[in-house]
Every structure is written in C-alpha cells, then in structure tokens.
C-alpha cells in the first residue's frame, strides 16, 4: 500500500514550527531593537549633525550589528563626517566608514546600497591617501 507520499510526523512538524517562529521573532526582534537609534540617527543626519547621527547609529549596531540600514547609514555619516575634519581624525574616521561598508557587503553582497557606499566610502579615504595605497582601493 505505498503510495509515495511520505507521512511527516505531527510532533517533527510542531517543532518545526515553532522553532521557525523563534528564528523569525528574533529576527523580527533584533531590527525592531535598532529602528528606533536608525530612527533617531536619520533626524539627527537630516539636521546635518553628523556626531550625533554616528552615535545613534552606532548604538543600533550594538544591538544589532549586521543591520543592513544601520551600517551603510553610518558609512555614510561616517564618509561625510571625515570630510570636515583634518589629520588623524579624518583618517580614523575614513577607515570606520570603509570597514562599516565592506561589513555591509558581507551581510548583504547582493546589495547595490551595501556597493555603493563601499564605493563612495573607498573614494573619499583615497582622496588623502598616498599613491600606492590609492592603487590598492582603485583594485577594490
């Protein structure tokens, strides 16, 4: 009496269910715990206070560091930020932004936003780069 149907246990079903609930409530959960500093890091972007936004920012990674918005938010507050500044701290903060955006591209490699922002952030740390290091992230 085979009829080639295979007949799933209720129990491996049940918990199979439920362990899909657990994944997607704790996904669910984890970009729910950083919306709210993106949230707050998009305002404080928006009135161009970009210290404030690079904190905000910042604190959504904390609680959820392989958020896509998060990250490629702050390269781009990051990115902006070292523009204004001089010396070390447009270095520093050049670098943040290209190790926050080739973080991006790991999480989301399909991505063009997590590309772009590799990009833009890889093209404003090599406008005060020496020329052999400008030869390695023309490659990149």
Known sequence: MATGRRRICPRA?????????????????????????????????????LNEAIAHYSEALKESPRDLRALSHLTRAESEQSESEKGDTRDRLAASAVAHARTAVEVAPDSSVSHVWLAVALGR????????????????
């Open 13 to 49: 079903a049940a918990a199979a269910v439920m362990l899909g609930s657990a994944v997607a409530g704790f996904i669910v959960s984890a970009a729910a715990d950083s919306a709210e500093p993106v949230a707050r890091g998009d305002s404080a972007y928006a009135n161009r206070q």
């Open 125 to 140: 740390q090599a406008l005060h780069a020496g020329p052999h290091a400008k030869l390695g992230m023309a490659r990149e």
